[in-house]
């Protein structure tokens, strides 16, 4: 409970921050697509790390498994573009797969990629629709660059917990 308190405590502080400032579009869209791409990776690299046989494994009842974790993402990934008006039909294909999991994931960053190269400096100004709080593109960029690293925080937990190393780390 205190993490997602701190979460989105941090989230608004962000959108705030971030909505009071004057940004150059290319160059916030820029350091955007990096970050969002650097925690991509790592989410795909660790994924392909992970064995099939551990795609189900969860560390407790009713808390989401490898393969879930990946759909969720996925899913945001995808309804956060939706909520910025860059609609996709490829959402509705969640799996249980590895193989389906990892091709769903890269559709879903490779939509978001997307969503950010067609942005003008006036979309990112203009207001939206986000999980029920009104905000401007800036905030809702924010809000799924930091859940992406939310859930690569997640996986590398996961990984290790079932003696993982994450390929970058180098053990």
């Known amino acids: 409970m205190l993490r997602h308190i701190l979460l989105l405590s941090l ?16 160059a916030y869209l820029d350091a955007v697509v990096m970050d969002f791409d650097g ?3 790592k989410i795909n690299s660790l994924s392909d790390a992970i064995p099939d046989d551990h795609f189900d494994w969860s560390p407790a009842e ?20 939706a909520m910025l008006g860059h ?6 294909m969640a799996t249980d797969t590895k193989e389906g999991a990892m091709a769903r994931l890269m559709a879903s960053q490779d939509h978001v990629r997307e969503l950010i190269g067609s942005m003008t400096d006036a979309d990112l100004s203009s207001n939206a629709e986000v999980f029920g709080m ?6 809702a960029l ?3 660059t930091g859940h992406t690293h939310e859930h690569l925080g ?3 937990a996961y990984a290790r917990s079932n003696g993982i190393a994450p390929p970058w780390s180098g053990g």
């Open 87 to 92: 609609e996709s039909d490829y959402e509705a």
């Open 134 to 139: 009104t905000m401007n593109h800036y905030g």
């Open 142 to 144: 924010g809000i799924l």
């Open 11 to 26: 989230t608004l502080f962000f959108v705030l921050s971030v909505s009071a400032q004057d940004h150059s579009n290319s």
């Open 39 to 41: 925690a991509s990776e």
């Open 62 to 81: 009713g808390v989401r498994s490898v393969v879930e974790v990946l759909n969720h993402v996925s899913d945001a990934n995808f309804g956060i573009a």
């Open 154 to 156: 997640q996986l590398i």
